[in-house]
């Protein structure tokens, strides 16, 4: 598999964006974004593991939405509400296994990871 992101920009605080991730290749079991912002650790930010459904960070729940379309083998982060902490490179990252919710949030889970897009959040 093959993961490709896109979708990031400059946005004002209280605004929308939309991040899309297309995989190539074999499909996935799992998928997930994370993001990194300067100088800090890659943080987990949501996943999606099919029917088993969608699980967020804290920081980010109510305000962003994963969600897949298997057809087109694409996964989307819908981002409501952005802060300025919200700025970061954000990762898509997919994963063959079936991982229990607990190793969700965990880099190591997932065996394929995209390039990042930035996503720029100003006050």
């Known amino acids: 598999v093959q993961l490709q992101a896109s979708g990031g920009g400059l946005v004002q605080a209280g605004g929308s964006l939309r991040l899309s991730c297309v995989a190539s290749?074999?499909?996935?079991?799992?998928v997930a974004w994370f993001r990194q912002a300067p100088g800090k650790e890659r943080e987990f930010v949501a996943a999606?593991?099919?029917?088993?459904?969608?699980t967020y960070a804290d920081s980010v729940k109510g305000r962003f939405t994963i969600s897949r379309d298997n057809p087109k083998n694409t996964v989307y982060l819908q981002m409501n509400s952005l802060k300025p902490e919200d700025t970061a490179v954000y990762y898509c990252?997919?994963?063959?296994?079936?991982?229990?919710?607990?190793?969700?949030?965990?880099?190591?889970?997932?065996?394929?990871w995209g390039q990042g897009t930035l996503v720029t959040v100003s006050s």
């Open positions: 999606n593991r099919g029917s088993r459904g969608s």
């Open positions: 290749g074999r499909t996935f079991n799992a």
């Open positions: 990252a997919s994963t063959m296994t079936n991982p229990i919710t607990s190793s969700l949030p965990r880099v190591a889970t997932y065996e394929t």
